[in-house]
């Protein structure tokens, strides 16, 4: 089988992530990968054996050999990149969010319809647990009924401290939001994903939890605890927590909330849906278990095991039960995904993929925006 040659942008603490995920799956040959940071990139290519490093995107884009490129940059820069992607007929693998707003997210969506053989993803890599593509097939067959309520929460405490500080935190860079773009995103993605319902209309309450913050005059790695020695005090709009009640297409009501500030919580993704029959449980810290719930019979664990999952979730898991398979490997199942896709010669508008296309996630920066929306005006609106 021919290998599929991939770049992938941005060499911060996820494109990290892309090397190792692209280097597991089989399907692909990493062949250059690119920074402004010069060094950074060089240092990549070094440790991980990459033939080519570039400091500029269009250096990258420039490689004929290419046929699919990552994008890991901050996301005010998704737009601009994805475009010349998107431009210059490779397959597009973009990080989420796609867009600041709404309206770059369209005009992302609107280019790609002008090429509709590019295959474009977004990486919302959560839906690719294995549990979370079994709850998903499970939902399907109708196994918890008719869906009625959605709930849960994602909990991080990288911004615990007036020292702690991120791009995240800057409109500038993340654009008018912190934690719901930021990790919102991905609980909406994956309660959407299973539930095969979307969420319709939204009443929010966003809090900048800690308003003024020592921003480090140099810039420092994303998700580091390192007190700075030099700084300078910024005031934040962006929130760093935010509660979200939803309304979803079938007349199911939700309610969640996310926080980068709860101290003891590194990834506390977690999700219950309640069915007319049902309820099913996953926590992304325990992610090999899914809980049942019933009324009329035991309630019961299933652990994860590929002789016994649901024939669509088999791909996404590999090891044999009770041999712990983490956040990277649902990390790689995406990517997987992506690759899969163009390997097997499917066809966008034809076959649909289980990752995130560019519509999904211009729909989650709908979401998001009226979100922000909800939470200034203290109302309901609807998407
Ligand atoms: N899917 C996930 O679970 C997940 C997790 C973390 C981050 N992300 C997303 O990934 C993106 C990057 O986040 P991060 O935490 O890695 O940020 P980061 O700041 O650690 O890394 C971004 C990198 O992009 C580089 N860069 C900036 N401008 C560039 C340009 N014009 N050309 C090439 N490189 C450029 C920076 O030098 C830096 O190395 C964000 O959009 C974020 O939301 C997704």
């Known amino acids: 089988m021919k290998k599929i040659k991939t770049g992938i942008i941005g060499m911060g603490y996820i494109g990290a992530s892309h090397i190792d995920a692209v280097s597991r ?18 240092s990549k290519a070094d440790e991980f054996g990459i033939e080519k490093y570039y400091e500029t995107i269009d250096e990258l884009i420039g490689d004929t050999e290419i ?5 890991c940059t901050p996301n005010h820069l998704h737009t601009e990149i994805n475009k010349k992607i998107i431009m210059s007929g490779r397959h597009l693998l973009s990080e989420k969010p796609l867009a600041v707003n709404h309206k770059e997210a369209e005009s992302l969506v609107a280019l790609k319809r002008e090429y509709p053989d ?5 990486n919302f890599n959560y839906r690719m647990n294995p549990l979370v593509q079994e709850m998903r097939r499970r939902i399907e067959r109708g196994e918890i009924g008719e869906v009625r309520l959605a709930s849960g929460s994602y909990l991080q405490d990288w911004l615990l401290y007036d020292t702690d500080y991120s791009w995240r935190l800057d409109p500038a860079i993340a654009g008018a939001s ?4 930021d990790i919102g995103s991905h609980w909406m993605d994956a309660v959407q994903h299973v539930t095969g319902h979307r969420i319709t209309k939204v009443m929010a309450d ?25 700084y300078e005090e910024v005031h934040i709009e962006n929130e760093e927590y935010g509660a979200v009640l939803f309304k979803m297409d079938n007349g199911a009501s939700g309610v969640y909330n996310v926080s980068e500030v709860c101290a003891g919580h590194g990834c506390y993704f977690n999700f219950e849906i309640n069915g007319t029959k ?3 449980r996953w926590n992304q810290e325990e992610n090999d278990r899914l809980w049942i719930g019933n009324r009329d019979a035991d309630n019961h664990l299933i652990i ?3 002789n016994v999952i649901s024939p669509e979730a088999k791909p996404y898991t590999s090891l044999a039960m009770g041999h712990p398979e983490g956040w990277n490997d649902a990390f790689r199942g995406n990517i997987y995904s992506f690759y899969k896709y163009i390997a097997d010669g499917k066809k966008p508008g034809r076959d649909k993929p289980d990752f995130a296309t560019l519509e999904d996630a211009a729909y989650i920066v709908k979401l998001t925006e009226a979100i922000i929306e909800s939470s200034r005006i203290k109302s309901w609106v609807s998407v």
């Open 25 to 42: 799956i089989g399907l692909c040959t990493l062949s250059a990968v690119a920074d402004t940071n010069a060094a950074l990139a060089r």
């Open 118 to 122: 590019t295959v474009a993803a977004v």
């Open 304 to 306: 994860r095991n590929p």
């Open 206 to 230: 966003l809090v900048t939890v800690i308003p003024v913050r020592k921003k480090p005059v140099k810039q420092t790695e994303t998700f580091t605890s390192a007190v700075p020695s030099e």
């Open 67 to 71: 046929e699919a490129i990552h994008n």
């Open 278 to 280: 049902a309820s099913m």
């Open 178 to 181: 912190c934690c719901i773009a």
